[in-house]
């Protein structure tokens, strides 16, 4: 598509239940990130994919939260057994290279994810 | 550990008037990307520049130019005019230096008022 497309746009869960959130990259962008903008943290790096390669998982705050993406296109980021402190905006970001060929992301306008 | 400062957490100014937004980073790497980003009221995170460590030149964009100084580790947002429509929060953001996983500010909230 033209941008990085993101849904749901809100999302509102109660503690407990598992929450998935999907990105649809732009076409042809290898390279895929989520971050995550909360009032406490600010913006935090979650993970990242870049084509075939094994993701870097390095951001993840706890085993209750794990990414996929299918066929190096559409990500996944699932959150299990949401807690309030994982409210959230989730956002992904594409870029058509990883690394020193990337010239800036480009983000999708985030999934608001609230948990009560 | 890498780490970014963004000193001014609200600034406010009148339409016309120039504004700095000031950003101080902490790295170990000799390379590194800096970034600015700009989020709108309507919250997608836009890009508006990229700048790695080898290059210090000053550069400028219509209204908006971008000082780096390592010799201070900044890398400090100039708009020249403001404008009622750029209001918005500013985030400076440094990289490592295989250019993935940014570590942002926490922004700057700019308000121009007409």
């Known amino acids: 598509g033209a941008g990085v497309s993101q849904s749901p746009s809100n999302k509102v869960t109660e503690k407990g239940k598992d929450v998935e959130l999907r990105c649809d990259p732009i076409?042809?962008?290898?390279?895929l990130y989520w971050y995550r903008q909360s009032l406490g943290q600010g913006l935090e790096f979650l993970i990242y994919f870049q084509g075939n390669s094994a993701p870097d998982k390095s951001g993840l705050p706890s085993d209750r939260f794990s990414a996929e993406r299918t066929g190096g296109s559409v990500s996944t980021l699932t959150i299990q057994r949401t807690q309030q402190e994982d409210s959230a905006v989730y956002l992904c970001a594409s870029s058509k290279e990883a690394g020193l060929a990337n010239y800036g992301y480009t983000f999708g306008s985030g999934t608001r994810l609230t948990v009560v | 550990a890498q780490k970014v400062t963004q000193a001014q957490t609200e600034i406010s100014v009148v339409e016309k008037e120039d504004v700095t937004l000031d950003c101080v980073y902490e790295t170990r790497d000799t390379t590194y990307y800096l970034f600015w980003y700009k989020q709108p009221p309507s919250g997608e995170l836009v890009f508006l520049i990229r700048?790695?460590?080898?290059?210090?030149q000053n550069e400028i964009s219509g209204r908006y130019s971008w000082n780096f100084q390592k010799s201070t580790s900044s890398f400090n947002f100039t708009i020249t005019a403001s404008q009622v429509v750029d209001s918005a929060v500013y985030f400076c953001a440094l990289s490592d230096g295989e250019g993935n996983k940014l570590v942002f500010g926490a922004g700057t909230i700019l308000r121009v008022k007409s």
């Open positions: 700048r790695n460590s080898f290059d210090e």
């Open positions: 076409s042809g962008h290898t390279a």
